[in-house]
């Protein structure tokens, strides 16, 4: 076996990102490399086994890739400790300079905690960052400062939400709490510990908080508890989701939601709480998918995880072929 299948073998994409125009993606591994890919040639009826191949890959970062943002001119990585972005339009022209890079202001210069969950915050043009340190790091995007920190949780940060409407930040952790922060203030004004609600504790799993997403008044949540609906007027859960294993992502779309985590399927659940079907992918395990909206002629659904190769829906009800990192 050759060191590219060794490398192979062990690959994990933790993290995926489509372009503004929506002909590409962009892929993060556990190696710190990147791989961009054409869609718009993937998805060709001309497509060969090539087009389904990365047209750039090159190492972003020391550590995993565990997140990927684009902005409307850039694709936004997080790796050990730090952000760098990329222009799309240099990764397009196979440019692989970095337009910048940027370090949170941590407690001590020989802490490098990895960066799990980024999101942008688009009424102040603020990224908003969380990980290994417990804090959200908010940074202004015009200037690149960072200009607060949140400090609430009590294990590191695995995923976050801007509720831009309300002016509010969600973010979930390791010490099983969802907080709801007011960007304004900075200040925590609620704490939900999703493991101590009877209906979504899974004590077999652990409390950890591993996906959270909103849309309007509902926020989707999961992680060692159950993957669960809640209504945020209320505070208290609608829907329990009866998904084994830890959910990774779970995404909010049409009247359905899109989940995936251990195990090898995309779970197609109603709002209401049943699991309508579960559609088998390539990777044993796996770890993000993404959906392009911003492309009508390369509308796909992407899902990455334990293996090399990325699975395409063109449909959600089955797997239309792979790409190759």
């Not at 009424?123 to 200009?147: A, C, P, R, W, Y």
């Not at 659904?301 to 190769?309: A, C, D, E, I, R």
Request: proline share 4%; glycine share 8%.
């Amino acid at each position: 076996m050759g060191p590219v299948e060794v490398t192979h073998l062990h690959m994990s994409v933790f993290s995926q990102s489509f372009s503004p125009c929506g002909r590409f993606l962009a892929a993060g591994n556990n190696y710190g490399e990147i791989a961009v890919f054409s869609l718009s040639s993937a998805l060709s009826p001309d497509a060969t086994d090539l087009s389904q191949t990365p047209i750039l890959t090159f190492t972003a970062h020391e550590g995993p890739v565990f997140s990927l943002f684009s902005t409307d001119s850039h694709l936004l990585s997080a790796g050990n400790g730090e952000i760098s972005a990329w222009s799309w339009a240099e990764l397009i022209k196979r440019n692989t300079k970095a337009a910048w890079t940027r370090r949170p202001n941590y407690k001590s210069s020989l802490e490098i905690p990895e960066i799990n969950a980024m999101t942008v915050n688009p009424t102040e043009n603020s990224l908003v960052i969380g990980g290994g340190d417990n804090n959200i790091h908010i940074m202004d995007l015009e200037s690149g400062i960072f200009k607060s920190v949140l400090q609430g949780h009590t294990d590191y940060i695995h995923c976050l939400s801007v509720r831009e409407r309300e002016g509010e930040i969600l973010s979930g952790g390791e010490d099983g709490a969802v907080r709801i922060w007011d960007h304004r203030t900075g200040q925590s004004v609620h704490c939900i510990e999703v493991y101590k609600y009877e209906e979504c504790a899974r004590p077999q799993y652990g409390k950890w908080i591993s996906c959270l997403t909103t849309e309007s008044d509902w926020m989707l949540c999961g992680g060692g508890p159950s993957l669960s609906l809640w209504h945020l007027r209320s505070m208290s859960p609608t829907s329990i989701f009866p998904l084994s294993g830890c959910q990774r992502q779970a995404n909010f779309y049409q009247d359905m939601i899109l989940s995936v985590g251990e195990g090898q399927c995309v779970s197609h659940c109603l709002l209401g709480g049943e699991v309508k079907a579960q559609i088998p992918c390539t990777p044993h395990s796996l770890n993000t998918l993404a959906l392009n909206l911003n492309s009508t002629d390369n509308r796909v659904l992407t899902v990455g995880g334990s293996s090399h190769q990325i699975d395409v829906f063109t449909n959600l009800s089955y797997r239309t072929f792979s790409l190759s990192f």
